[in-house]
């Protein structure tokens, strides 16, 4: 009996002690963690941006936005703006805007990434943030072949084929990857419409 006591309290202070030393850990690496996920958001504007070299937190209603993105059938269980911020010139000529969305449908979980859409109503590209598909196959979506195809289009919703694209709106899918086309271009989808919404709420 005595036996099985101690070993329980030995168990418990070795649980006790290795959740300090986590809790240090985890405390002593949060800011590095922090700087670092800052870092890599301003490379991924930059890359959508590269004219801009201010970037600004837009203020939005985040509760607003949802429902209206929900009205146009991008729910928050499928895909969703995580940030937006205004791209500004060194001058402070405003740019456009750079939005974060995460589509949740990717064949290896979530597919996050930034956008940038100019004052004009073109978009100037895509960076990925967060892309874990197939080797050789789902990741090919961060080739140039792939993301280039959603540099100077219009605005507006976009769709994808798996045969040769015959209009502007079209981006051909990766072949054996349609789960990771349409997760790309239904998140693409989603931030369009989230610069429609933008769009209407500025003007």
Known sequence: ???IILNSVKLCV?????GIL???VYEVTKEPREKQQEKSKREAYAK???DATLFEEFDYDDKVL???LADKGYKKSTASINEIVTAKSSAGEFLGYVL???DKEGYGGEIKFTIGIKKDGIINGISFLTLAETAGVGMKADESKF???FSELPAKELEYTKTAKTAENQID???GATVTTNAVTNGVNCAIAAYDYIIGKES
Not at 14 to 18: R, S, V
């Open 1 to 3: 009996m005595k036996e």
């Open 14 to 18: 070795i649980t006790l002690i290795a």
């Open 22 to 24: 986590l809790g240090t």
């Open 48 to 50: 959508v941006f590269k």
């Open 66 to 68: 949802s429902e209206y």
């Open 100 to 102: 974060t969305v995460t």
């Open 147 to 149: 993301k280039n195809q």
């Open 173 to 175: 899918a990766i072949s």
